[in-house]
DNA sequence: CTAGGGTTAG
């Protein structure tokens, strides 16, 4: 084609996934085609994972660097002395062996130490006497230092809460009776306080270790390491592994894997974390079944299916072995490239090793279907899991939660609501923001506030998804000044921000066009060090022109220069709802100001290497329809030649009238067309409603035609019917004239038309006032411009209906086509002029 | 010391 490999690949993957861009497309959609498949097609074309001709000994040599290999792992990940220095056997009977669990330690608990933990578990947290006198009363009878552990893990496992644990802590400490007594305790509830979440009480409570000289062990460093692993803190745990082998103590295999871990979950790079791996094998330690499951794990954050393979595979050449966690760790790799088809081949595989799939394998393959919105298939693992009688647990319940919050299967949460009480498992903060998403979707903002009152009197804490979920449902419903409050209480409440609370604001803002406050914001979020991704760059461009209420002394003008600020903020949403309109000093000065906005982000853009993708080009089109002229319409969609000039070409091409540009625009629809509905019907949308609004009405036209021929708009076209619920008004306005062209067309063969013909609006997907759609509104005065016989249905207000006979009559009439013929008001001369097949088709 | 779940643009 005529496209140079553009120096950005359109696609709308998540940020932080690696993508592996289709070289062939410019537009591409990870959500719904898996890229890991496409890199190494040959990849998994066995069904049997561990076969022959797999990549045995991969990690033992350098692997030649063929084109698709040269982005795996090709390291001596296990040097020769890996190899030599151990029996396959000692490894494996290692992990047989049956760990330490909390069971052996319940074992080990005297009868005091199950007494006294029932006495603290009903006693009150403010109450540090009382828990001296009780300490006081059961001293001689604990056994010194298990009894005081067992507490430990008990409080943590049941009572989940950091500060009594730490206050038991503390009280405990004087009575051990040396630092290696002491040191255990340390251990215990470090672990405990990761567990919980509060890795800064387990650091405190580390320091004051170290500071009293029973914390400088490799007990201590581990349990520290491990504590930031669970939270996700990669680099604490490194700096903490620093730190430890600074102070001299030598890390042992927990040691590694806990960093392992650490480096595998909070999204490390890959060869940082085989680092640590091979320094393992250079210290002589040797790596387990723990650490080639947590590097595996590493490889499925980093979503290398290919290495995640291979290290599979050499579990077994290494004699390493594979267990449930090793199963359903690969099964998720696979799952989150999308490729089902070979996750539950896995199963089979598991079987014939004798192992058992259980809940986490199916809601491993549940979330790998939802993900894919194959929720029937979802489900019914969902109901094989049922049947196969493995009890569903809190992580399992919450899939299934989401996969009914995502098809609007509403009436279900209820039931799974109903059903986790009954057995006795209590929502946490997973559960209660799926449920603010599901009700919120619903509008049943009754109840969202319920939950929120819910959370708190059961103690279950908010955190930043919280906040984001609530500013996009309030804002979903045009409730803005809520959507605002929610960001303003969200930095009152002193939890770390991350780029979607602010793009879900700086969507907030950008809906009401306030282009200058959203790069305020932008500003304000890298400041404090979170990086703006592509999601928030097209979200402000989409704001541009947006503005939809005017402010006393303009927005631009009281804030320019300035920082954003929380109070003036507030101040345009409280004049926002309180439907404030006055005059605006000058709307011209601001929108200019805007799109000056605009033209910065995308020098921003390009510094910061965002790519952008097809949702980044929808919004510059949109952009350009918001203009007020035409001038700076080209200004504007200049930009976009930054990015892809095939793009560009296509959409500048229509824009002029150039025929020969139809070309081009066949294969960009082909590759728009590969990706989901929304994003494409986004894309046709907005395209269509740029060339409608600069007068390239009969462009316009062909697009739309080139979108119903791909079905881009879902049964947007009936004979007799025609749905305009999906379209932007554009797209709506010339999908108007084709059909009734056709209709025309299809009188003139001597058909009748039925009884009544209509024209579906809808009521207007994101409309305020139920029943003021804007796209009605315009397809109304359309209708009435042409003289067409349509009239709203008395009943049902987002309907146009004709009598059959009285459309034919008008269709008839001697003027009515050239009514509706549409003319392009730039047209450039084209080499051989053809008709569109869709044009053709219609007899146009 | 290892596995699975929730959020943003169109």
Request: proline share 4%; hydrophobic share 40%; net charge positive.
């Amino acid at each position: 084609m005529a496209s140079s490999t553009p120096p950005y690949s359109i696609n709308t993957s998540k940020p932080h996934q690696s993508p592996h861009p289709n070289p062939k497309s410019h537009l591409h959609k990870q959500q719904k085609r898996p890229h890991r498949l496409q890199s190494s097609p040959s990849m998994l074309s066995s069904s049997s994972y561990n076969s022959a001709s797999s990549a045995h000994g991969k990690f033992l040599t350098p692997s030649s660097s063929t084109s698709l290999q040269s982005h795996h792992l090709s390291l001596p990940l296990l040097g020769p002395e890996f190899r030599r220095s151990r029996t396959t056997k000692v490894i494996s009977k290692r992990n047989l062996s049956s760990p330490r669990t909390y069971f052996s330690q319940t074992r080990s608990a005297s009868a005091a130490a199950v007494d006294i933990t029932a006495r603290l578990l009903c006693s009150s947290l403010d109450d540090i006497q009382g828990l001296k006198g009780i300490l006081g009363s059961f001293q001689h009878k604990l056994k010194i230092p298990e009894d005081y552990c067992f507490v430990l893990h008990e409080l943590g496992n049941r009572d989940k809460c950091p500060p009594k644990a730490l206050a038991f802590f503390h009280a405990s400490i004087p009575l051990m009776r040396n630092s290696t007594e002491k040191g255990k305790l340390l251990t215990a509830v470090i672990g405990i306080l990761g567990k919980l979440g509060r890795h800064d009480l387990a650091r405190q409570v580390f320091d004051f270790g170290l500071s009293q000289g029973f914390g400088n062990t490799v007990y201590a460093y581990s349990a520290l390491i491990s504590a930031y692993a669970r939270n996700g803190l990669s680099s604490e745990a490194m700096s903490v592994f620093s730190l430890m082998k600074a102070s001299g103590v030598r890390p042992n295999n927990i040691s590694y894997n806990a960093v392992i871990d650490a480096c595998g979950k909070g999204g490390v790079d890959l060869e940082i974390t085989v680092g640590f791996f091979r320094e393992m094998l250079q210290n002589g330690i040797c790596p387990d079944r723990k650490t080639f499951n947590s590097l595996l794990a590493g490889c499925s954050h980093a979503g290398r299916l290919e290495d995640a393979r291979i290290l599979f595979d050499e579990m077994i050449d290494l004699g390493i072995g594979r267990d449930i966690y090793t199963y359903n760790t690969f099964i998720d790799v696979l799952c989150k490239g999308g490729n089902m088809k070979f996750a539950v081949e896995v199963i089979p595989d598991m079987l014939s090793s004798y192992i058992q799939p259980n809940v986490v394998t199916y809601s491993t393959l549940m979330d790998g279907y939802a993900k894919l919105e194959r929720h029937d298939e979802a489900l019914n693992l969902y109901m094989e899991m049922k049947s196969m009688g493995i009890q569903l647990d809190r992580v399992c319940y919450n899939t299934l939660l989401s996969i009914y919050v995502k098809s609007g299967r509403y009436e279900d949460i209820t039931r799974v609501c109903e059903e986790m009480e009954v057995i006795g498992i209590d929502k946490d903060i997973i559960t209660y923001n799926s449920l603010i998403t599901g009700y919120g979707k619903q509008g049943r903002f009754d109840i969202v506030s319920y939950l929120i009152r819910d959370m708190r009197e059961k103690g279950v804490a908010s955190n930043v998804l919280t906040y984001s979920t609530l500013m996009d449902i309030y804002s979903k419903a045009g409730m803005y000044e809520d959507a605002a409050n929610v960001f303003f209480d969200f930095k009152e409440s002193g939890l770390k921000a991350d780029v979607v609370l602010y793009s879900s604001f700086i969507d907030v803002l950008a809906k009401n066009g306030l282009v200058k406050c959203a790069v305020w914001l932008l500003d304000e979020m890298q400041q404090i060090g979170i990086e703006p991704n592509v999601v928030t760059y097209n979200t402000i461009i989409d704001g541009f022109g947006k503005s939809r209420f005017f402010v006393e002394g303009g927005i631009g003008n009281g804030m320019a220069g300035g920082k954003a600020n929380c109070n003036q903020i507030v101040r345009i949403f409280g004049n926002l709802t309180k439907d404030i309109i006055q005059p605006m000093v000058d709307v011209a000065t601001k929108k200019s100001e805007d799109l000056f906005c605009i033209l910065g982000l995308f020098q921003r853009m390009i510094q910061q290497r965002v790519k952008p993708n097809v949702v980044t080009f929808s919004a510059i089109l949109n952009a350009c329809s918001r203009c007020d002229s035409f001038e700076d319409a080209s200004l504007l969609l200049e930009q976009l030649r930054l990015f892809d000039s095939f793009v560009y070409g296509v959409a500048f091409g229509l824009l002029m009238g150039c025929r020969d540009a139809w070309l081009r625009a066949q294969s960009l629809f082909d590759e728009v067309r590969c990706m989901d509905n929304s994003t494409s019907s986004a894309f046709y949308n907005a395209l269509t409603d740029m060339l409608w609004h600069y007068g390239q009405r009969r462009g316009a036209q062909q697009v739309v035609l080139e979108g119903v021929q791909r079905q881009v708009w879902e049964n947007t076209w009936n004979e007799f019917t025609l749905d305009l619920h999906l379209m932007s008004s554009g797209a709506a306005q010339a999908m108007v004239h084709s059909w009734l062209l056709s209709m025309s067309a299809i009188i003139s063969k001597g058909q009748k038309l039925p009884q009544v013909v209509s024209i579906l609006t809808g009521w207007g997907k994101h409309s305020k006032v139920t029943g003021a759609s804007p796209l009605r509104r315009v397809i109304q005065t359309l209708l009435n411009s042409i003289g067409a016989p349509f009239h709203l249905e008395r009943f049902n207000i987002g309907r146009f209906v004709s009598p059959g006979a009285i459309a034919s009559a008008w269709l008839r009439e001697s003027g009515t086509i050239t009514l509706l013929l549409l003319h392009d008001e730039r047209s450039q001369p084209s080499s051989p002029l053809t008709l569109l097949p869709s044009l053709q088709a219609l007899q146009l």
